[in-house]
């Protein structure tokens, strides 16, 4: 199983910009589709986007898309998450998750799909 560390949460002001990271150990990283979620206080944990194994090929919500940017190093073992003007209603932990590659590019989006996971960074956007 691989091990996930979340890192570049923090307090922004609206319209401002973070970048998260996650980086993976214990198993080989490119075996894995990723993805980053977030849940709000009172809320269900949701999908915010998801990248294949090769990185080809992305997956956004509707709700960051334009926004926020998946991508991912190989080389590196590492995630990232590029989040761009940045709104209230962003403001959540947000995890980073794994799942061994399958036949389909990236398939569900659903956190029942993902078996790995971070232990959060908190992003907090201010009015």
């Known amino acids: 199983q691989v091990q996930l560390v979340e890192s570049g949460g923090g307090l922004v002001q609206a319209g401002g910009s973070l970048r998260l990271s996650c980086s993976a150990s214990?198993?080989?990283?490119?075996?894995?589709?990723m993805g980053w979620f977030r849940q709000a206080p009172g809320k269900e944990r949701e999908f915010v986007a998801a990248?294949?194994?090769?990185?080809?090929?992305?997956a956004h919500a509707d709700s960051v898309k334009g926004r926020f940017t998946i991508s991912r190093d190989n080389a590196k073992n590492t995630l990232y998450l590029q989040m761009n003007s940045l709104k209230p209603e962003d403001t959540a932990v947000y995890y980073c998750a794994a799942k061994p590659r399958q036949r389909t590019v990236i398939g569900g989006t659903e956190p029942a799909d993902f078996g790995s996971w971070g232990q959060g960074t908190q992003v907090t956007v201010s009015s």
């Open positions: 990248i294949s194994w090769t990185g080809d090929t992305t």
């Open positions: 214990g198993r080989t990283f490119s075996s894995y589709v």
